[in-house]
T-cell receptor
Framework: DAKTTQPNSMESNEEEPVHLPCNHS???????IHWYRQLPSQGPEYVIH???SNVNNRMASLAIAEDRKSSTLILHRATLRDAAVYYC??????????????FGEGTQLTVNP | KAGVTQTPRYLIKTRGQQVTLSCSPI?????VSWYQQTPGQGLQFLFE???????NKGNFPGRFSGRQFSNSRSEMNVSTLELGDSALYLC???????????????FGPGTRLTVL
């Protein structure tokens, strides 16, 4: 799987937007961009994914650069419950890839009250 | 719909013993993947089962094995436990067919294994 690069940590204030960046300069045309987060003492949780177009769901928005070499996860109004490690993961859409996820180190998001 | 369940939640074993962990996927999900999480190595993929067949395997020694039953429940076995096997073992289920990349994974709460 292609590699992603994320900042080790970021801080935000409660009720402010948070933009979590991810670089993936070696992304291939068939790679989907996935985001997961892991809250303390829990298993990872799916957040959002996309291929080329920006995506929105009830949790977050995903903004994908035109060249697809980077993306940004946007939390519109951070809450204390959003404090977690956020993982940006590339997943090949080929039939042999199965369900494997390759996790990097992720970004530890701290939300200040 | 019930989420992914893992049993037991906590386990203490001694070196040389073997252990079996269980994972029940979300109803209707046929893919079950296992991951090991340690402070030093992070989250690492162990293997994936789909329709009772191992479909993908990570870079772990043969002491780590698994299987999947016809009801999609999966077990993971670690033989001859070592101190370094102490970790949080997570399983994830998915409704995926054969095409990867687009599906989301649903993770269980994990089994915390301590090897003394």
């Amino acid at each position: 799987d292609a590699k992603t690069t994320q900042p080790n940590s970021m801080e935000s204030n409660e009720e402010e937007p948070v933009h979590l960046p991810c670089n993936h300069s070696t992304i291939s045309g068939t790679d989907y961009i996935h985001w997961y987060r892991q809250l303390p003492s829990q298993g990872p949780e799916y957040v959002i994914h996309g291929l080329t177009s920006n995506v929105n769901n009830r949790m977050a928005s995903l903004a994908i650069a035109e060249d697809r070499k980077s993306s940004t996860l946007i939390l519109h109004r951070a809450t204390l419950r959003d404090a977690a490690v956020y993982y940006c993961i590339l997943r090949d859409s080929g039939e042999t890839s199965g369900s494997r996820l390759t996790f990097g180190e992720g970004t530890q998001l701290t939300v200040n009250p | 719909k019930a989420g992914v369940t893992q049993t037991p939640r906590y386990l203490i074993k001694t070196r040389g013993q073997q252990v079996t962990l269980s994972c029940s996927p979300i109803s209707g999900h046929r893919s079950v993947s296992w991951y090991q999480q340690t402070p030093g190595q992070g989250l690492q993929f162990l293997f994936e089962y789909f329709s009772e067949t191992q479909r993908n395997k990570g870079n772990f020694p043969g002491r780590f094995s698994g299987r999947q039953f016809s009801n999609s429940r999966s077990e993971m076995n670690v033989s001859t436990l070592e101190l370094g096997d102490s970790a949080l073992y997570l399983c994830a289920s998915s409704s995926i067919s054969l095409a990867g990349g687009r599906n989301e994974q649903f993770f269980g709460p994990g089994t915390r294994l301590t090897v003394l």
